[in-house]
């Protein structure tokens, strides 16, 4: 199913002609829980991964305030999955004794003493192939970008905490059917659910951070006066998309431009991919998808949050690729 964002309330550029020049667009994903395989473009899906090469891991040391495993992740999320969708009489407990008792282990944890010395396999966040993702900017000769993160809190700190690898997909021969996996994670929100996409390309203008402080305060109130946000409404797209305007920042000033560079060459740097739990919030209700409206509520994994992955307390992760060099290592930020 295609996934369709509402036309925009109004348009800012016709009220702001100097907008028109700064358009941008950028393809939201839309994940959606599925069976995705190597040969697709996913979220939490299997990479198309040379049997031959190695697997990339983290040797940094990690803040360990809480330990799971990404098989006890799965588990927890399938239990809670089965027990809503079956029906069950007033007041009765929504998990049968064996569950809970599953449940109540997996919740438990392990002790941060249980993290083995060395480095950690990296785990397979997502992959997306050129020919589904028209915002991939693709660097010469490849058309697949798989990224893959170390599922610790260091993922909202460190920029190499991120991976990006890409590849020409023709030149995979013998694909590797069992990746190494990270003996423990630090929380189950580093751990993707399994999601196919339904990419759409959208117009997005700048966030308001991005624009002359003049004309940053009269879109504002041009927005307020008709009962919209720019930034919820107007500007950006809310949850995972590739390409566009970066997400704006909101607990955080935005860097200052020295900061915003490439950590390898100190070249500028460009938005590549946007991580954000929700396809919309209270603020962005409007992006929401038009064939989401009629399905069935879902009170476990919803449609708007079908990756399971939450950065900080809501935020975004927002991933930067170097503009004169892709291979460079990528800048993110929590923003």
Known sequence: MTRTTPPRPVDPAAAFPELAALARTATRLHPRTGAPTVHDSSVGGPLLWPADEPWPVCGDGHEVFGLTTVEDVRTRRRILTEAWARPRAPRANLLTPEEQAVIDRVQAGYEPSSLPAGPLPLLAVAQFYARDVPDLPCPEGTDLLQVLWCPFNEV????????????????????????????????????????????????????????????????????????????????????????????PWTFLDPPEPAELRCGACGGPVEALLTIEGREYDGESRSWFPLEDASAEPAPFITADSATMVEIGRGYTLQVYRCAATPDHPPLTFMQ
């Open 156 to 247: 909202m700190e460190l920029s190499s905490a991120v991976r990006l690898r890409w590849r020409r997909s023709a030149d995979v021969g013998e694909v590797l059917t069992r990746p190494p996996v990270p003996a423990f994670v630090g929380s189950d929100d580093y751990v993707p659910e399994r999601c196919v996409l339904h990419p759409e390309r959208v117009r997005e203008y700048p966030p308001a951070h991005e624009l002359d402080g003049e004309l940053a305060k009269a879109v504002h109130s041009w927005a307020v006066d008709r009962g919209l946000s720019y930034r919820g409404d107007l500007s950006t797209a809310p949850g995972w998309k590739v390409g566009g305007w970066p997400h």
